[in-house]
């Protein structure tokens, strides 16, 4: 579905040249739902717009549901949906004749844009503010709006941009289940943009992480969580002495994995490592201090996330950029 080699685009600011994206291969496979990831700046924005025929490239090649970005962008646009940051759909128009107007500017038959539109209503949940001005609705109502109209025509890719910037906690999850059935039922391609780590864990099969024009990392969540970090181990025991004989004995478990003391005044001192797999080696951990007679008061493993990905990475947090 999406097939770059060496894509590049850069910007002139005064005098001088800003290179926002540069030499981005991406592959992406029909079915797919991948999310880029990176900091303000990183270059994800500009790569979409350029994927969505938006912005032309400055160098490289792209080919985006079979049609080339430079030579074909209007056939481009025919075979993809796009929601950006923004929202999409008249204020002052009703939603149900907002969706079927846009379903007819695709060139849809009268019949096929009011199915279409009478059918992403139901599923996103709209139809019972079809009525409504579009000024009227939610936050979340506004969303799934712009997520029909980018769906109407039957694309086999969906570009999401940030979809779900601005929504309360519960908004974001009942869009992601949306984007989800949506997917299911007609199986289409999706790639997105994400400030939230969380969604781009749980929503997309792989990752592409971005960073100063580049993508510097590509795989699954798990695969990039478990090649870059691990699992951080956590042991906490309320003597110090035991604390560090603790220590000892994880070095002896699991050598090499960065083992931590971390004492306090008070009476909680812990240690800490990491290891790719916390859940296998907590086993023979626990029985070697047991035999050792070390007091344990708490132990936990969690789970690196994409976040810590990116600080391995890079040197810096993903959240701390986007902040």
Request: no cysteine; hydrophobic share 35%.
């Amino acid at each position: 579905m999406i097939h770059t080699r060496e894509l590049t685009r850069h910007f002139r600011v005064g005098k001088e040249t800003v290179e926002a994206v540069r030499g981005v291969d991406i592959d992406v496979a029909e079915g797919e739902t991948v999310a880029l990831l990176g900091p303000n700046g990183a270059g994800k924005s500009t790569t979409l717009r350029m994927l969505t025929t938006l912005l032309e490239p400055t160098s490289g090649t792209a080919t985006v549901a079979g049609r080339d970005v430079r030579t074909e962008p209007a056939e481009v646009r025919r075979r993809i949906g796009f929601v950006g940051q923004g929202h999409g759909a008249a204020d002052d128009q009703r939603v149900r004749d907002e969706l079927y107007a846009q379903g007819l500017l695709y060139g849809l038959d009268r019949r096929t844009a009011r199915g279409r539109t009478d059918d992403l209503l139901d599923m996103l949940d709209l139809t019972s503010v079809t009525k409504r001005d579009v000024t009227t609705l939610s936050g979340g109502q506004r969303r799934r709006l712009d997520i029909a109209m980018g769906l109407v025509h039957g694309p086999g890719l969906l570009f999401l941009d940030e979809p779900s910037t601005g929504l309360d906690p519960h908004s974001r999850a009942n869009l992601w289940a949306h984007v989800t059935r949506l997917r299911e039922e007609f199986g289409a391609t999706v790639v997105l943009t994400t400030h939230y780590l969380d969604e781009a864990d749980s929503a997309a099969e792989r990752v592409l992480v971005i960073d100063h024009g580049r993508v510097i990392a590509d795989g699954s969540p798990e695969e990039l969580k478990g090649r870059v970090s691990g699992d951080l181990v956590s042991l906490v025991f309320t003597d110090e002495e035991h604390a560090r004989g603790a220590a000892e004995v994880a070095e002896r478990i699991a050598p090499g994995s960065g083992v931590e003391v971390h004492t306090s005044a008070g009476t909680d001192h812990e240690v800490r490592f990491r290891v790719g797999r916390g859940d296998a080696v907590l086993p023979d951990l626990l029985r070697a201090l047991d035999a050792a007679n070390l007091d344990l008061s708490t132990v936990q493993v969690q789970r690196p996330t994409l976040d810590d990905v990116f600080l391995t990475l890079t040197g810096r947090s993903l959240r701390e950029e986007d902040q």
